[in-house]
């Protein structure tokens, strides 16, 4: 499974981006997928996944009713929409999947290389 992150960039408080995951050489016919981040100096955190149907979604706490996690089964595609964003949404985002159906809040095997997000006050 290969996972390529984009999207990702500089950004004022308030603003949006939209962070794309293309994925391919995917041997399973339907994977849910996720995101994650990481900020300087701390651990690898869960961030919002979704189901292979999209009908199930799941999102962190802290951001939830700005984020969105959606996704384009025809374009082998997810994407994350980011809105209202803050200084403490800084970081590397990962997309991330185990090539299974079904969405979790936990890490799978398969990471991206990652796409920064910065949040300048």
């Known amino acids: 499974v290969q996972l390529v992150e984009s999207g990702g960039g500089l950004v004022q408080a308030g603003g949006s981006l939209r962070l794309s995951c293309v994925v391919s050489?995917?041997?399973?016919?339907?994977?849910?997928m996720g995101w994650f981040r990481q900020a300087p100096g701390k651990e690898r955190e869960f961030v919002a996944a979704i189901s292979w149907s999209g009908d199930s979604s799941y999102y962190a706490d802290s951001v939830k009713g700005r984020f969105t996690i959606s996704r384009d089964n025809a374009k082998d595609t997810v994407y994350l929409q980011m809105n209202s964003l803050k200084p403490e949404d800084t970081a590397v985002y990962y997309c991330n999947s185990d090539g299974g159906p079904i969405a979790s809040t936990s890490p799978g095997i398969y990471w991206g290389q990652g796409t920064p997000v910065t949040v300048s006050s």
């Open positions: 050489r995917v041997s399973e016919d339907y994977y849910a």
